[in-house]
Structure formats: C-alpha cells, structure tokens
T-cell receptor
Framework: ETGVTQTPRHLVMGMTNKKSLKCEQHLGHNAMYWYKQSAKKPLELMFVYNFKEQTENNSVPSRFSPECPNSSHLFLHLHTLQPEDSALYLC?????????????FGPGTRLTVL | GQNIDQPTEMTATEGAIVQINCTYQTSGFNGLFWYQQHAGEAPTFLSYNVLDGLEEKGRFSSFLSRSKGYSYLLLKELQMKDSASYLCAVKDSNYQLIWGAGTKLIIKP
C-alpha cells in the first residue's frame, strides 16, 4: 500500500475554473515532486521541493502554482487551464539526495480540462 | 539532448519469460531505475542498478551495462498480474531522473 496519497483521484474542470490538487506523504520524506504524465510520453517533472523549499521549476506555465506548507503536504493550484493540460498528475516523495534516492508515487489525479 | 528509449508495447504468454530493453543517452549517470505501473495506479519501484551486472529479485531481474548505455528488465514465469507498463529512468549528473515513455506489457493466457 502506497505511503503517498492524492486527492481528488479524478477532476473535470472548465478553462475558467480554479481547483487544487492535494498530495500527502506518510513516509517521513524530505522531498516532494509533481509530475505530469500524458499518454505514451515520458513523465514530465514539473516541480521539486526539498525541505519545503522549491528547488526545481521546469519551465512550467504560471497557470500551475505549487505550494508546500510542510514536508508532508504538497498542493498544485490550477487556474485558467487549457485542454492540453488534461493528463494524469502524479505526486512523489523521496528522502532527498544521493544516487540511491528512490521516489515513491501516489496514484495520481486524472485531470480533464473541457 | 538526453534520451531514454524503450519499446512502446510488448506481448508475452503467461508462464513465459520476457525481456524489456532500455537504452539511454544522458549527461552523466547516477543509477538506473525500473518502475511498474498498472493502469490507473501509481508507478511502483522495482529495481535500481548503478554497477554493471545483474540484480535479481524473485521473478524479476534487472541488468545494466554502463559502457553500452543499456539495461533490461527480465520477467520470468509471467503471470496475468504482470500486465502493466514498465518505466525506465536514469538519474543524470544533476541527480535528476530522466524518464522513458514506458513499455506496455500485455500478457496473454
């Protein structure tokens, strides 16, 4: 059973809506990640937080806004999205650092933008 | 640029053996990971290789050749529950994971 949970599991929103995705990890990890997974494409890293500080922002449009209030919780705030943003959004966590550092994933939020 | 290549889809028979290949070209190398992802579920960690050779874990084994930029995941005694996507990822010189697009494995009775 995964130690990383995500809510909601499914989300349908219009282009003018504002919504938030939530991720929580129960593994005592220090790093958390947001990924976008589109069909038949590699996972795209969006944001990385280490000890609540953002360390990566891979040229993600500003309509995606992350928030990490503590090491266990991560949010992705969504506003004015486009239909091409429809995808599976995965959260992951890891201890943070080093070559053997392994990421553990949540089940994802399936997002559909109409 | 950095690139991970793996076959898009493979089909195998229950009880058989299948090998899923992964080739990579990355700026630096700090280990290679294999993950399994069932449809609609989280990717789950399978194996990690940083030195050349074979790592065995029950029915699953993973092989690495750093000089060839090549790895494979070997699944033995295939079961229907092994039907899933298998993701290869390499940690580059910045310790960032570079992902392949995944191989969808279909198991037939």
């Amino acid at each position: 059973e995964t130690g990383v949970t995500q809510t909601p599991r499914h989300l349908v929103m219009g282009m003018t809506n504002k919504k938030s995705l939530k991720c929580e990890q129960h593994l005592g990890h220090n790093a958390m990640y947001w990924y976008k997974q589109s069909a038949k494409k590699p996972l795209e890293l969006m944001f990385v937080y280490n000890f609540k500080e953002q360390t990566e922002n891979n040229s993600v449009p500003s309509r995606f806004s992350p928030e990490c209030p503590n090491s266990s919780h991560l949010f992705l705030h969504l506003h004015t999205l486009q239909p091409e943003d429809s995808a599976l959004y995965l959260c992951a966590s890891s201890q943070g650092g080093g070559d053997t550092d392994t990421q553990y994933f949540g089940p994802g939020t399936r997002l559909t933008v109409l | 640029g950095q690139n991970i290549d793996q076959p898009t889809e493979m089909t195998a028979t229950e009880g058989a053996i299948v090998q899923i290949n992964c080739t990579y070209q990355t700026s630096g190398f700090n280990g290679l990971f294999w993950y399994q992802q069932h449809a609609g579920e989280a990717p789950t960690f399978l194996s990690y290789n940083v030195l050349d050779g074979l790592e065995e874990k029950g029915r699953f084994s993973s092989f690495l050749s750093r000089s060839k930029g090549y790895s494979y995941l070997l699944l033995k005694e295939l079961q229907m529950k092994d039907s899933a996507s298998y993701l290869c990822a390499v940690k580059d010189s910045n310790y960032q994971l570079i992902w392949g697009a995944g191989t969808k494995l279909i198991i037939k009775p």
